[in-house]
Every structure is written in structure tokens, then in C-alpha cells.
């Protein structure tokens, strides 16, 4: 019956209870809610005084053939973001075969600073997402996969939620198949209590906290991970929904084949 119940109560108002009562970091850090309240502050104050000089940032992507979905859903979306000449765009291939030479392809449409590197080397998350942010030569990383399209106003967000001790992890609008890239409740959902995927930090924090563990090789858990730790380490977690659109594709998490 309760959780029948549960299931009518809309998640705009399951989640914030959730975020502060029940959300994993709570069993192994209960002061974690300090700094989550803390998060939440900041957002507020830079919602209501965005002033703040902005500082260049790296878009970190490791890839393996979603060269298509970087070049036309991430890369698109850089494309119309304010202050390109803040961004570099830094990619570490496994040697990708979709797209022929995927580095002159990305050339031909992004004109800004483009740091690319590659290996054929068996494609592992956390890996090659950890070699994209190191070969980075900006303070400010923002690490995100090829299948999202970001907002205009990417530069600003990482400038404004990011700084020592201090990581943004926005909240995606996961967008269902063969659905338009709108975000609108018929095409999708918030990712609310997941998109753990995706978040800038100072690089420096970055390599204080050891990167993504290396140790997972296949799908998933390598980003749940990264983001306990950062609790634990008394990170300040910025959390808030933010107008970024992950495009659909296949997963291999069940919880997702209801989007199919």
C-alpha cells in the first residue's frame, strides 16, 4: 500500500527528501548533510549574484565509436555555447572505427583549442576518461560522455559551482528513444537520482582524489564510486538541474529498458 502511494507522489517532491534523508552518502557520512546543505547554498547565491570573472575550462570526453553522437549531439551543442574562446576540448580515443579519423573530423567543425590524443587500447570508462582530464591544461575540468548536448551557458555553470573542495554534478534531462531533443515531461525524464556520470572540479582535485577507479573495466559503478568518495573527502556536492539533454541510446542498465 505505502509504496503504491509512493509511486502517485511526483519526483519534484520525493526528491528533496530523499536527497536530504535518504541519499546513499547519509549511511557512511552522516555530516555529509552539511555540506550538501552547503552545495545547495551556493547554488542559490549564484542563481540570485551570477557575478564572477570566468575562468577557461576543458570539456573532458574518453571515447570508443560514439564518434557519430560526439560529433553530432555534443560537439553541436559546444558549437552554440557562449565564450568559446574559454574552451578547449580535450578527447582520448580507443582508437575509434565509426567515423575515419575522427580528430580531422572534429576539426572540421570546432575551430577553437582541441587537445586529442589516442591508443588501441580495449575502451575502459574509467580509463580513458582519466587520461582526457590529465592531458587537460585548464584549472577548471568539466567531464561529460559523447551522447549529451550541452547548454549555452556550460562556461558559466562550471565557473560558478566549481572551486576547491567544491564539484558540480548537474542533473541531466534523460531523453527518451525517438523522442525530439526537447525537455518536456513527454520526452523524457530528470535523472534525478543518478547522473552521477558527469561533473567538473579543479583538476588538482581531480588528482588529489585519485580520478575514476581504474579497477572498473566494464559498464558501471565507476562513477558511483568517484562520487562516495568525494562525500567521504568532505567534498561540497553541488547538485541542480541544469539544461542538459542525454541523448538516448541502448544500455546495458535495466533500469533504462523501460525508455526503450
Known amino acids: 500500500m505505502f509504496s503504491f502511494i509512493k509511486k502517485l507522489i511526483p519526483n519534484s517532491v520525493k526528491y528533496p527528501f530523499y536527497y536530504l534523508f535518504k541519499a546513499p552518502q547519509r549511511s557512511f557520512a552522516p555530516y555529509s548533510i552539511y555540506f550538501d546543505l552547503k552545495g545547495i547554498a551556493i547554488y542559490i547565491w549564484y542563481s540570485l549574484f551570477p557575478f564572477k570573472k570566468l575562468k577557461p575550462i576543458t570539456i573532458c570526453t574518453g571515447i570508443y565509436n560514439r564518434s557519430e553522437n560526439y560529433l553530432n549531439h555534443l560537439l553541436l551543442s559546444i558549437n552554440e555555447a557562449k565564450y568559446q574562446h574559454l574552451i ?34 580495449k575502451f575502459s570508462r574509467s580509463y580513458t576518461f582519466n587520461k582526457a582530464v590529465n592531458q587537460s591544461q585548464t584549472h577548471l575540468v568539466f567531464i561529460c560522455d ?32 525517438n523522442k525530439p531533443p526537447v525537455i518536456a515531461k ?27 577507479n581504474e579497477t572498473f573495466t566494464t559498464w558501471g559503478n565507476e562513477d ?10 568532505s567534498f561540497t556536492i553541488v ?16 533500469k533504462y529498458k523501460f525508455m526503450n
Not at 580528430?103 to 583549442?113: A, L
Not at 558559466?156 to 542533473?171: G, L
Not at 547538485?239 to 535495466?254: D, E, V
Request: glycine letters at 6%.
Open 88 to 121: 578547449t576540448l580535450s578527447v582520448y580515443d580507443c582508437n575509434s572505427n565509426d567515423v575515419e579519423n575522427l580528430e580531422n573530423e572534429i576539426k572540421k567543425y570546432w575551430k577553437g583549442k582541441l587537445i586529442f590524443n589516442k591508443e588501441t587500447i
Open 239 to 254: 547538485r541542480n538541474r541544469a539544461k542538459i539533454i542525454h541523448h538516448w541510446h541502448s544500455s546495458h542498465n535495466p
Open 186 to 212: 513527454q520526452n523524457g525524464e530528470w535523472e534525478q537520482f543518478g547522473s552521477k556520470g558527469m561533473l567538473s572540479c579543479l583538476k588538482q582535485d581531480w588528482v588529489k582524489i585519485g580520478g575514476l
Open 146 to 177: 559523447a551522447d549529451l548536448s550541452l547548454p549555452k551557458n556550460i562556461v558559466e555553470s562550471v565557473n560558478f559551482y566549481t572551486a576547491k573542495n567544491r564539484v558540480w554534478y548537474p542533473i541531466f534531462f534523460f531523453l527518451y528513444n
Open 224 to 233: 558511483t564510486e568517484l562520487w562516495e568518495r568525494f562525500h567521504k573527502s
